[in-house]
């Protein structure tokens, strides 16, 4: 089944204990991107990734990094979490990063920082 | 820059009514447009898109048609069910090369039996 997967999909931590949301995918597509989904906000992207070793910012970078040394993996870290982290996270991936293609998206990872 | 604006909720309805949840965009150059679903507890599904003017997106019996002389994307749906209660996304694709989607802020829906 073509899916993308998250882990964990659910996590309380604490201010300033490094963290890593994993994200894996199993349909061989190029582009690869985190977004945040907040009350009021809808979803907005982190960072993205074109192919393996090319990462860029999104709209909402700050706090975050990303790495993507195989095609099929996307993880998003976050060295430092602070609460203003406190969010639902998407990973999502498609075959292009073309206007059109579609994006499938994980079922989220619920984040919340004391 | 690109943004999409969604009509607020939450929009509270009895089964079988008809919906309309409406959607607004600003764009430069012509980008794909898209519903997302999100049910209780789940993650974000694809609706349905269109990827031109005049376009109509449709699933599940839902359409969406793509007026690009009213820059809206209007979802709708002739009769609602208890199980199609969620938060529906109207988003476009960012026209540069960068697998991006704009999203509105969602529109709750809750359908009553």
């Known amino acids: 089944e073509a899916q993308v997967t998250q882990n964990p999909r659910y996590l309380i931590t604490v201010t300033g204990k490094k963290l890593t949301v994993t994200c894996s995918q199993n349909?061989?597509?190029?582009?690869m991107s985190w977004y945040r989904q907040d009350p009021g906000l809808g979803l907005r992207q982190i960072y993205y990734?074109?192919?393996?070793?090319?990462?860029d910012k999104g709209d909402v970078p700050e706090g975050y990094k990303v790495s993507r040394k195989e095609k099929r993996n996307f993880p998003l870290i976050l060295e430092s979490p602070s609460p203003n982290q406190t969010s639902l996270y998407f990973c999502?991936?498609?075959?292009?990063?073309?206007?059109?293609?579609?994006?499938?998206f994980g079922e989220g990872s619920w984040l919340t920082v004391v | 820059g690109d943004s999409v604006t969604q009509m607020e909720g939450p929009v509270t309805l009895s089964e079988e009514a008809f919906l309309t949840i409406n959607c607004t965009y600003t764009a430069t150059g012509y980008p794909s447009l898209f519903w997302y679903v999100q049910y209780p507890g789940e993650g974000l599904q694809l609706l349905l898109k269109?990827?031109?003017?005049?376009d109509k997106g449709s699933n599940k019996g839902f359409e969406a048609t793509y007026r690009k002389e009213t820059t809206s994307f209007h979802l709708e749906k002739g009769s609602v069910q208890v199980s199609d209660s969620a938060v529906y996304f109207c988003a476009l694709s960012d026209v540069s090369n960068t697998g991006k989607l704009i999203f509105g802020q969602g529109t709750t829906l809750q359908v009553k039996p």
């Open positions: 269109a990827t031109k003017a005049d």
């Open positions: 990734s074109m192919n393996v070793e090319v990462t």
């Open positions: 999502a991936s498609s075959l292009g990063g073309g206007n059109g293609n579609t994006i499938y």
């Open positions: 349909m061989n597509h190029e582009y």
